[in-house]
């Protein structure tokens, strides 16, 4: 089993819709998680971190995690071209840092 | 810019030379990490240098030798390299774990990364 799993896409979504991002992960006892974007053939650069359960909200985007379900979402709204990467979760066990093999976004005017 | 900085950002070489990566960081950051991305495959975790000092080796072959001469510099040595090291290279840097307050709260910074060719 993969300690990080997200569906590798693409996913297709109109320029204005929501974008609904998903990843789950295996170790119940990781504390944080992070959402990075990567434009092709560029380096991931951080877009929200979580902690605790719930949602945290930044500007569009929205992080929600619920660790019962051992799940870590990200929501885009109002999806724009410029969003169109790849969408990197990564969850940390104890001092490493787990990435998921990352959602290619696509937003099409 | 992320404040951490990494050169060349492209390298061609053959399986027989020496050639070394090199990340910089202007973060003020105690933890450096070097990070190998191949196609369809998560970022792999290779090095960790804490207060410079390595702290994590992921069991990477032998061709890669990393090396922290202080807080703000990290190399990475490469020789007698394998077509299959071709990938992107990845520098980060992060405040470190125990002087964020915890793991919760360290963030990691990447560089732009060098694009490794093995010819």
């Known amino acids: 089993q993969k300690e990080v799993e997200q569906n590798s896409g693409p996913l297709s979504v109109p320029e204005g819709a929501i974008a609904s991002l998903n990843c789950t992960y295996s170790d119940r006892g990781s504390q944080s998680f992070f959402w990075y974007r990567q434009y092709s053939g560029k380096s991931p650069e951080l877009i929200m971190s979580i902690y605790s359960n719930g949602d945290k909200e930044d500007g569009r985007f929205t992080a929600q995690l619920n660790k019962a379900s051992q799940y870590v979402s990200l929501l885009i709204r109002d999806s724009q071209p410029s969003d169109s990467a790849t969408y990197l979760c990564a969850v940390t066990n104890t001092d490493k840092l787990i990435f998921g093999t990352g959602t290619r976004l696509q937003v099409f005017p | 810019e992320t404040g951490v900085t990494q050169t060349p950002r492209h390298l061609v070489m053959g399986m027989t030379n020496k050639k070394s990566l090199k990340c910089e960081q202007h973060?003020?950051?105690?933890?450096m990490y070097w990070y190998k991305q191949s196609a369809k495959k998560p970022l792999e975790l290779m090095f960790v240098?804490?207060?410079?000092?390595?702290?994590e080796n992921n069991s990477v072959p032998s061709r890669f030798s990393p090396e922290c001469p202080n807080s703000s510099h990290l190399f990475l040595h490469l020789h007698t390299l394998q077509p299959e090291d071709s990938a992107l290279y990845l520098c980060?840097?992060?405040?470190?774990?125990?002087?964020?307050?915890?793991?919760?709260?360290?963030?990691?910074?990447f560089g732009p990364g060098t694009r490794l060719t093995v010819l």
């Open positions: 980060a840097s992060s405040q470190g774990p125990r002087l964020a307050g915890g793991v919760g709260t360290d963030t990691q910074y």
């Open positions: 973060l003020g950051h105690n933890a």
């Open positions: 240098y804490s207060l410079e000092e390595r702290v």
